[in-house]
């Protein structure tokens, strides 16, 4: 979408901010431009204007700060003119309702983020600006793989954005240094940018309903048997077995026993048919049947030998021979063999342990299993019993996480809107523990709103 409006007669009104923010598709700006004069004059003001703002603790490169735009009236909605010559009062009414769902407050509220980095020699390399989430200039001065021939597909958009919004920063950073930018910020930044955690009980409380979904189609019967496997001890590596001699159809016996517990249909399938069939796939020429980077010609199913030559000397391309419960993004379920070997190795080469010591402890090694899947706790639990009572050597991550879900003692994490509901493990301190759901709030719709415990807004601080 190119820039269009170069006439028009912008105003520092939200509505104007986001007309102009429309001109950017953040799947289009996240890799560099090349920089042009017009672009590099738009920026600089607001990167001098940033001068005695610190960098983010997380990013020496960045700086952010929030800055507030005001509403303005109806008549400056994008489409009031279509609106204004219309008799329907029922039909305007809708459109007002609409604007006041737009901007239902005095101010909304950006967050503008600038990026630069040097090169040794002091020079600019690259420089960015975003303003609410997208990414409004990515710029590079040097010459990269992603050159736009077109040149900057936005730039009037870009040069305009970067002028309007000037004001308004000035405003943020004069309260800053007057030391009045903090404490707006904490008080009246909207809910919807903000991170919160809320107890798993307190919405249980609210509607008893989702109390089921943290069960996750768990029968009372196996819930009970898994808090009776963790309260007893056992998931330690060093309170189960061993399996000295190892072969691939150990591992998808293991395989067949969780695929059997989660209700899938095992009938008439080989054992690697199985694993082939509802794994992720990519094993790394264990089975023969992989594509790709995971071809190979497979082991010799039944034999230790063949197994153990896989197993520690195994080419990896980036394969997920464990992912035995695919699932998209961060969902899925593995069933990883471990092998004490692997540490001991690694003790030996730090000389955390002497070779004598390694002899020894090589005498008891052997292999084992672990469940990792926090996100999938149907699959997860019901593995982890169903071969614990098989007799496997088996432990379970996350199992005073998963414990903490069932008895709704855990927390759950409240992430700002223009977040994905995922990987958000890291917004949140450690005192809550591992937080494993995440969700978005909605004033008016959740009734437990009022109960959020929200974080502190990260302040803005000035450079000493």
């Known amino acids: 979408m190119f820039f269009e409006d170069d006439d028009r007669k912008y105003r520092l009104l939200a509505p104007d901010v986001d007309d102009l923010l429309r001109y950017f598709d953040r799947r289009h700006t996240l890799n560099p431009t090349s920089s042009t004069d017009a672009l590099l004059t738009a920026a600089s003001p607001i990167f001098d204007t940033l001068v005695p703002l610190a960098p983010l603790k997380k990013n020496e490169e960045a700086k952010a700060i929030w800055i507030r735009i005001p509403r303005g009236e109806i008549t400056d909605f994008a489409s009031f003119d279509e609106m204004k010559d219309c008799d329907a009062v029922d039909t305007y009414d809708e459109y007002e309702q609409m604007w006041r769902d737009e ?3 005095e101010f909304k ?5 600038a990026v630069q980095s040097f090169n040794k020699d002091g020079t600019l390399r690259f420089y960015a600006i975003s ?6 200039i990515s710029a590079s001065t040097e010459d990269h793989l992603f050159s736009d021939s077109d040149g900057y597909y936005a730039e009037g958009a870009a040069c305009r954005l970067c002028s309007l919004i000037m004001p308004a920063l000035q405003e943020s950073m004069e309260m800053l240094r007057s030391g009045q930018y903090n404490d707006l910020v904490e008080k009246e930044l909207p809910y919807q940018f903000r991170t919160g ?6 919405l249980w409380d609210a509607n008893p309903e989702s109390r089921k979904y943290a069960y996750d189609g768990l029968s009372e019967k196996t819930v009970l048997k898994f808090r009776d496997l963790i309260s007893s001890g056992i998931n330690s590596k060093d309170r189960i077995d061993r399996i000295k001699s190892f072969t691939a159809n150990d591992f998808f ?13 095992c009938e008439g399938y080989t054992l690697s048919e199985l694993y082939m069939r509802y794994s992720d796939g990519r094993d790394e020429g264990l089975t023969g049947k992989g594509h790709g980077l995971n071809e190979g010609p497979g082991i010799d199913f039944d034999s230790p030998a063949a197994w153990d030559e896989w197993y520690f000397n ?5 394969g997920h021979p464990w992912e035995v419960v695919p699932g998209g993004n961060s969902t899925h379920m593995e069933l990883y063999v471990m092998n004490d070997r692997r540490d001991l190795e690694w003790d030996l080469r730090s000389k955390k342990i002497t070779k004598d010591e390694y002899d020894e402890k090589l005498k008891s090694a052997g292999y ?19 071969l614990s009572e098989a007799g496997m050597p088996v432990i379970i991550d996350g199992a005073e996480e998963m414990i903490a879900r069932l008895d709704g ?47 502190p807004v990260e302040k803005a601080e000035l450079n000493l």
């Open 368 to 386: 084992y299993f672990v469940i990792a899947g926090m996100q999938r706790q149907f699959e997860s639990v019901s593995f982890y019993v169903s």
């Open 109 to 113: 509220w950006y967050q503008l983020v």
């Open 314 to 318: 195994r080419t990896q391309h980036g």
């Open 103 to 105: 901007y239902p407050e």
């Open 253 to 265: 016996r293991a395989c067949r026993t969780g695929y059997q517990a989660i209700g899938k249909d």
């Open 131 to 136: 303003l609410g989430n997208e990414t409004v």
């Open 409 to 455: 003692s855990d927390y759950i994490g409240i992430v700002p809107h223009h977040m994905y509901t995922r990987y958000c493990e890291s917004l949140f301190p450690a005192k809550y523990g591992d937080i494993v759901d995440f969700t978005h709030v909605y004033k008016n719709e959740d009734a437990w709103f009022d109960r959020i415990e929200w974080l």
């Open 197 to 202: 955690v809320i107890k798993r009980s307190v």
